[in-house]
């Protein structure tokens, strides 16, 4: 009898709140402790409540409208959905396997990545380079599971910059340009010159970019260019930046120096990815600028698939840089910091994405850490203006946000280990009210 009773209410909690079923009548959550995403108190006694994939309500004692599904958190941690703001979906393969697979297999990779990363609580991730125009379409229609994408296409850098990927085994480009795997399937894009620049940008903005993503200084994963390295004439920066304005959206830009930072940033970049090696003076630069800082830890902790000794080299080189730029943030009081991960070339290093948030303790509160994650995110992400493909607020838990909801049994403000713990204390899982993982 007993089993049986079991088997009935698997069942009915399939039709209830299947993964990827949204709950048309609405859902209700009571008894959290909420994290809005700002506060670092957290909010008792008032409940939530989900309708057409919004917050509509938040407060004490709320009626569940009739037919909706009820949630009783019983004390667990609510707060909104995380957002990895430097992914690269499409990038989940060693060098090897990359540079010798169709674009059927880029994409089914992708796809197994995408779904991974919101069950590890990512509702949101800023594709920073990769042709994952489809795979977000096909998300938002609901043909695969995975996080809101705001997609910036093919990163673009200049001849030898960091989305050059021609090896020594490639025709001179001024004898005839041999595009590399990553740049035929536009994961990557090279252009020159302002005219090349403004065409590239155009064409990315054609397939509904959200912002465009640039390159200005030396990478780790391409061959030819050192971080020290400064990429693009600033008439090649305003070029790209005046491109994106008209479509009244932003540049990010790829750079670890410098030069680099302060040349994009005084020509109108609006975000720079990694700054591993900035000075104090770049830094400031970036303060008078109001310039977001997107940083990484958990990729420099490992060397990516494929790395030959010279890409290991510059990888280390980025990683002895991060503690001075987290350092000298915190003294010269530099908040415009959201929360990334830019792991690449593997599968199982996205099962451990979750780590960059207690590695980044030793530099922040655990507090800063979640509003990294949430809420400034959301700040850089609206910066997409009328290019946002997803209006209205996220990474806060407020009336008339989004519904992208964690509930995990324990504090991260107490113990930023439990992000790491997510297959067993994650207990639900929601973007846009859509429930995707339920163990209550």
């Known amino acids: 009898m007993r089993t049986a009773c079991r088997i009935v209410a698997k069942l009915f909690f399939f039709v209830l709140a299947a993964p990827g079923i949204a709950q048309e009548a609405g859902t209700l959550i009571t008894g959290a402790r909420i994290f809005d995403g700002v506060s670092s108190d957290l909010i008792e006694g008032q409940d939530v409540l989900i309708r057409d994939g919004m917050i509509t309500a938040l407060g004490p004692d709320l009626?569940?409208?009739?037919?909706?599904?009820?949630?009783?958190?019983q004390g667990r941690f609510l707060m909104p959905g995380f957002a990895d703001m430097h992914a690269h979906l499409m990038f989940q393969m060693p060098f090897g396997i990359a540079f010798n697979a169709d674009r059927e297999y880029w994409a089914y990779v992708a796809a197994t990545v995408a779904e991974q990363y919101l069950m590890q609580g990512f509702t949101t991730v800023r594709d920073v380079g990769g042709n994952s125009f489809s795979l977000k379409r096909a998300i938002d229609e609901g043909i695969l599971v995975g996080p809101r994408v705001?997609?910036?296409g093919p990163m673009i850098s200049q001849s030898s910059g960091h989305s050059d990927h021609r090896t020594d085994a490639n025709e001179p480009g001024s004898l005839v340009f041999e595009p590399s795997i990553p740049m035929k399937y536009f994961h990557v894009a090279v252009a020159d010159g302002r005219d090349e620049v403004l065409k590239t940008v155009r064409e990315v903005l054609r397939r509904r970019a959200s912002q465009i993503k640039i390159s200005v200084g030396g990478g780790t994963g391409s061959f030819a260019d050192p971080l020290d390295t400064t990429q693009y004439t600033a008439d090649e920066i305003r070029a790209a930046v005046e491109a994106a304005e008209d479509w009244n959206t932003y540049v990010t830009a790829h750079v670890y120096n410098s030069d680099g930072i302060i040349r994009a940033v005084e020509n109108g970049v609006k975000s720079i990815e990694h700054g591993n090696l900035m000075s104090e003076e770049a830094m400031r630069v970036m303060m008078e600028h109001d310039a977001w800082?997107?940083?990484?830890?958990?990729?420099?902790?490992?060397?990516?698939a494929g790395y030959n000794d010279e890409q290991k080299a510059k990888h280390d080189e980025a990683y002895d840089g991060i503690n001075q730029m987290f350092t000298m943030a915190k003294e010269l009081g530099f908040e415009n910091i959201v929360f990334g991960t830019d792991v690449i070339t593997s599968p199982e290093m996205i099962k451990r994405a979750n780590e960059?948030?207690?590695?980044r303790t030793e530099w922040f509160d655990n507090v800063e850490?979640?509003?990294?994650?949430?809420s400034k995110s959301a700040e850089l992400l609206a910066l997409s203006g009328p290019r946002n493909p997803y209006p209205g607020a996220l990474g806060v838990i407020a009336e008339g946000a989004h519904a992208d909801i964690l509930?995990?049994?324990?504090?991260p403000l107490e113990d930023m280990?439990?992000?790491t713990e997510y297959e067993e204390r994650f207990d639900l899982i929601m973007k846009g009210g859509v429930i995707y993982k339920n163990e209550l």
């Open 417 to 419: 280990s439990v992000m």
């Open 356 to 359: 960059e948030f207690v590695l």
């Open 63 to 73: 009626d569940a409208p009739e037919g909706a599904t009820v949630i009783d958190a």
């Open 369 to 374: 850490i979640l509003r990294q994650a949430t």
């Open 150 to 152: 705001y997609p910036s």
């Open 407 to 411: 509930l995990i049994d324990g504090n």
């Open 293 to 304: 800082l997107s940083p990484q830890v958990i990729v420099y902790t490992f060397h990516p």
